[in-house]
């Protein structure tokens, strides 16, 4: 039994709509703003060839969806999984639009990726994939124009063979003008001190202020993580750090728990060779993976795939907040469940935006010729999300609302407002 499910492409797009369509019709949206919204401004597929390390040709499929750019350019992860197909990549992209938009960033929304599972090739025809899908992309992509960042499978690693490549195709004079094609690149290739750490740590601070906002601490509060990528491992290192205690993990593999708490950093070694998988890791015993949504804990942090909490697993949840760390992993249905019970959610757009707003930075750091050091980065992202955090949470309280439905109300009127002022172009 596979322990994350697949997600479910077009309850995906369907949550996405339900969200969108409730919040507008809560603001009253103006129709015309409505109309353009709804849908997204290009969808890209793209058929490519690369040569194996066989000498076999494959064709590979990758997508790009933009969404919407009427607060700037595109901004969005690529991710390489065996699910990735347009309607995901739709879905996404407007999770993304609603997300920069409730940052404050100059950005709108993108996401793609590529049809593939990465475990099943070699480290030099991941190289040639990637470089192949960049160079077929084109001007498709650009540093003011659509700007990719990691996502699910992938890492700083391909964002530096995306952005060599992107580079390669300019002028030798143009060059250095195009580093910021991609974010969450590596330190020495124009990446930022702290970007890897930024999405975690983002889930870490918004629980911590949900927290504070109702005068209680983390230390001692159990939690569970579904994911252990960067998101979650990244997110359990800073909660434990501040006292709280890891119960369990889930992954692709197994389900793993420990009523005395893992060792967050044990796990991550264990799992560095081994591809990510937590399978085997003698801190923790196997549990059985249906029921690890049902396990007694304060906070639940779904930091894998979308579409995990349901109608059909939502009414085991038993923890009193969870945390969305991956993008739209629970769907309409389970979260009006979750809503019922008394449980707060801290929505995707808000809770995980640590790593677009750490991408922003580097964005500027290489926009401006910049360096900083990681203590300015943490700080700027602490200071920015706690901003947002604090604009969320006084909507809530006006309005009487859940934290999804105030967090799209201050999305989508900044969107609403910029197109007011501007007007349509004719």
Sequence with gaps: MTAIKEATKKSMLDNVMQQFNKTADTIMLNPNIRNILSITNNEIILHFPVKM????????????????????????????????????????????????????????????????????????????????????????????????????????????????????????????????VVTGKPVGSGGLEGRNRSTGYGVYLTIKLLYRSRGEQLAGKKFIVQGFGNVGYWTSHFLTNDGAILLAVQDAHATIINENGIAVEDLFEHSKPRK??????????????????GLQCDILIPAALGNQITAENAYQVKAEVVAEGANGPIDTEGEAILLQNGITIIPDIMCNSGGVIGSYFEWLQNRNGELWQLDEVMFKINKKLTEVFKKVETVVKENQTDWRTAAYILAIKRIETAYIQRGIFP
């Design 276 to 293: 990510g998988s937590i399978q085997g890791f003698d801190g923790a015993v196997e549990m059985e993976p249906a029921a690890f949504f």
């Design 53 to 180: 390390d066989t000498g076999e040709v494959k064709i590979f499929t990758g997508y790009r969806v933009q969404h919407n750019n009427a607060l700037g350019p595109y901004k969005g992860g690529l991710r390489y999984h065996p699910t990735v197909d347009v309607e995901d990549a739709k879905a996404l992209a407007m999770w993304m639009t609603w997300k920069t938009s409730l940052a404050g960033l100059p950005y709108g929304g993108a996401k793609g990726g590529i049809q593939i599972d990465p475990r099943e090739y070699s480290i030099g025809e991941l190289e040639r994939i990637t470089r192949r899908f960049t160079y077929a992309l084109g001007e498709n992509i650009g540093p003011e124009h659509d700007i990719p960042a990691p996502d699910v499978n992938t890492n700083e690693q391909t964002m530096a063979w995306m952005a060599d490549t992107f580079m390669s195709t300019k002028s030798s004079s143009e060059r250095s003008k195009n580093q910021h």
